[in-house]
């Protein structure tokens, strides 16, 4: 699945956690639900992985294998495909997880109130036809034979259609902390957003079981990582680059935690708004002298102490769509030249004016902590060398993200966690996306919906790298998006904690063995 990416941690007190025993606590970033429906972040589904199975998942070298299906068969021509549910599975409420449960799925993801929320379900979406032949077979129907089919059904994670029923209003339905799923384990009470306990199941029947008794799953804010270890109250936790460096070196925590680093699938990026009803940027001229105006000097003193890659590609290293293309650095001599070819001249209070006289003044929304190492704030100062003026507005996520959703503002700076696919990534750049909200920079180009239309149905793989390295060149060129670094995945794990490996994104969750191979030594 294609998600908003979220770093900032919040404050929740620890008061009343389980202790001891086989119970694993994570730190986890903020998340906004527990429902498969509506799952928009990474963490969501990060909160949900263990709570449901899915149609498809991956092992550890990334390939598809059944879960909650015994089987997939396509048929000749590529159009049709059945499906084979395990018989004997139940959802946690002891209902059997029967074939119109995914009919109902399909149905509900399909609601334009649930896409304009999460609009992440990939292609499932967009099957022409499903329909239950019994108790556990269904059959897909496609308008077209496609290359994306098991990354759909992986990103398909049924719900029970007898408790699932979609409210006017999503976001507020009752289930979305209180979820009857089919993993391997159940949430204990009522979950909130800022804390979740899971326990183990014993009715799950599944092929892919649970390790430890139960998970405590809960956000940190000012409470330190490192004393919560050692008093054995954490046991998994992401933290920051400084904290890792010390922990690494064994100047703290020496004999309690291992550090541990893995290159992630994320990367953090500016968005910019291309409508030209609501921003100058909907000049493709302007956003290439943004481009220019990046303050690459800066961040690479940074990275001298903070490890980062230098983003090059829309997809990263990590998937099989990246684009090893080398790319010019940005230029901020060009951004000058660029503007004046554009008409945007220096007027004598410094800022650049257009033929009308209106100045180059843009407004920009930053959801990380204000700091002077942020590229939003070196980019104001470097912008402000060639009359650019950007006033940065430093707000909440969820801010932020209503912001750009209502195209106002000209630059919004996101994270973003990468998909197994990369088809799922097209809403960000298509016409439909634009229905969905997912588009939120207004970008449209007719190319780009051909070109993934094409992608998603061609089956050779190494035709469909081709086409997504075209798409990259051309979101390079056009700049509705522009990534700034790749991530690396930095945690602390208690020597206790046994099992964590992590998939090919960097991931420690949405696979085979994943976190249901988690358990806590004695």
């Known amino acids: 699945m294609m998600h908003w990416r979220t770093f900032a941690f919040t404050l929740s007190l620890l008061s009343g956690l389980w202790a001891g025993g086989d119970v694993i606590h994570v730190a986890v970033n903020p998340w906004t639900t527990l429902n498969p429906l509506i799952l928009s972040q990474d963490t969501d589904v990060e909160m949900a992985d263990l709570l449901f199975d899915r149609l498809v998942t991956i092992d550890a070298k990334g390939a598809y294998i059944p879960e909650l299906l015994e089987s997939w068969k396509i048929l000749p021509g590529g159009r049709e495909v059945i499906l084979k549910l395990r018989p004997g599975m139940t959802w946690h409420d002891g209902t059997p997880i029967e074939a119109e449960d995914l009919v109902f799925t399909w149905k509900a993801l399909r609601l334009p109130r649930v896409r304009q929320i999460a609009d992440t379900a990939g292609g499932v979406t967009s099957f022409e036809d499903l329909k239950a032949e019994d108790a556990h077979t269904v059959r897909i129907r496609l308008r077209r034979p496609r290359g994306t089919l098991l990354s759909d059904l992986y990103n398909f994670i049924p719900v029970p259609r007898h408790r699932y029923e979609v409210g006017p209003k999503p976001l507020q339905d009752a289930v979305n902390f209180a979820p009857i799923g089919s993993g391997p384990y159940r949430v204990v009470g009522k979950g909130s957003a800022t804390e979740v306990r899971l326990e183990r199941w014993d009715g799950y029947r599944g092929a892919h079981p649970g390790q430890a008794t139960g998970f405590i799953l809960m956000q940190l804010g000012n409470v330190k990582a490192l004393s919560l270890m050692q008093q054995d109250q954490l046991h998994y936790a992401g933290v920051g680059s400084l904290r890792y460096y010390l922990v690494r070196k064994g100047a703290q925590g020496a004999g309690l935690v291992q550090a541990v680093s893995v290159p992630l699938a994320t990367f953090d990026a500016l968005i910019l708004n291309c409508d030209s009803k609501h921003s100058v940027l909907g000049d493709p001229t ?44 940005p230029q901020p001599e060009r951004a000058a030249a660029l503007m004046e070819a554009a008409g945007w001249k220096l007027g004598a209070d410094g800022l650049r004016h257009d033929a009308k006289g209106r100045p180059l003044s843009l407004e920009m929304y930053d959801f990380a902590p204000p700091s002077k190492l942020n590229v939003s704030h070196q980019l104001v100062i470097q912008a402000a060398k060639v009359g650019v003026r950007i006033n940065l507005h430093y707000l909440t996520y969820p801010e932020v993200m209503a912001k750009a959703q209502g195209q106002a503002g000209d630059i919004w700076t996101y994270g973003w966690a990468l998909s197994l696919d990369p088809d799922l990534e097209s809403p960000l750049f298509t016409r439909e996306g634009l229905t969905t909200k997912a588009n939120l920079s207004g970008y449209l180009n007719p190319e780009m919906d051909r070109l993934f239309d094409q992608g998603r149905h061609t089956q050779d793989q190494e035709a469909r790298k081709q ?36 998939n090919q994104l960097g991931q420690p969750y949405g696979f085979w063995p994943g976190r249901r191979n988690w358990k806590l030594e004695p």
Request: glycine residues 2%; proline residues 10%.
């Open 286 to 329: 302007l956003r290439q002298a943004l481009y220019e105006l990046l303050p690459w000097e800066e961040q690479a003193k940074v990275r001298r102490f903070f490890p980062a890659r230098l983003s090059t590609s829309f997809w990263p290293p990590e998937t099989w769509a990246y684009d090893p293309t080398p790319r010019s650095l």
């Open 467 to 502: 086409i997504y390295r075209h798409i990259s060149e051309i979101i390079f060129r056009d700049k509705p998006i522009i990534p700034i670094n790749y991530f690396q995945q930095r945690v602390l794990v208690h020597r206790r904690l046994k099992g964590v490996t992590f």
